[in-house]
């Protein structure tokens, strides 16, 4: 049955993983879950994702790193370029990219994983919104959530980066100095999905 069929693909998938009928039983658990429950099983993770379960390495502790203006950002998940601009603001945005006032990124720069109950004003929108609920509506799978980055300036977040920037970083007819923001993300080990 259901047993049989877990066990097999754990074993094919997942060799070192524990195969015992508690874990497994844990496992098939989560079929009754929300999207998002984990089951740790040593090095690996399995996730309940919307339609199914997914395999993957257990999520890096990864708490966030000061930005630089002008410096690169290393961190588990992918690289950030932010660099001040001269002269008249450049507007390209695109998943990866965004254009802020520098106004609004004032050190302390941090960026970090998002965290439940963060909020943002979006660009564009009156009220704030939780990062959660960003990441439903751009159907940011469960299993990815981990992964996902803000960044924030002051502890306020700017950037939902890959998705929003805040209403405050807009950058205006005005805006003397802005910062252009690039996002060079790590290619996912082993494509799990």
């Not at 690169?72 to 695109?94: K, R």
């Not at 704030?128 to 960044?151: A, W």
């Not at 939902?160 to 205006?172: D, N, P």
Request: charged share 25%; no cysteine.
């Amino acid at each position: 049955g259901a047993l049989a069929a877990l066990a097999w693909a754990l074993a094919r998938w997942r060799p070192s993983a524990a195969r015992t009928e508690p874990v497994l039983r844990q496992i098939l658990s989560l079929l009754d879950s929300q999207p998002g429950s984990t089951v740790p099983l040593g090095g690996t993770t399995v996730w309940r994702d919307r339609q199914h379960l997914v395999l993957g390495p257990a999520p890096e502790r990864w708490e966030g790193t000061a930005v630089r203006l002008g410096e690169t950002t290393g961190t588990p998940f992918g690289t950030l370029y932010a660099a001040p601009v001269t002269g008249a603001p450049v507007l390209v945005s695109s998943r990866w990219r965004e254009v802020a006032a520098a106004g609004a990124l004032a050190e302390p720069l941090e960026l970090r994983p998002w965290r439940k109950g963060d909020r943002l004003r979006p660009l564009g929108l009156r009220g704030e919104v939780l990062v959660s609920d960003l990441l439903t509506n751009r159907r940011v799978p469960p299993s990815d959530r981990h992964r996902q980055l803000v960044l924030t300036s002051r502890g306020e977040i700017v950037w939902v980066v890959g998705h929003r920037l805040a209403e405050a970083a807009r950058v205006r007819e005005d805006t003397a100095q802005t910062v252009a923001l690039r996002w060079e993300p790590v290619e996912r080990p082993g494509g799990a999905g």
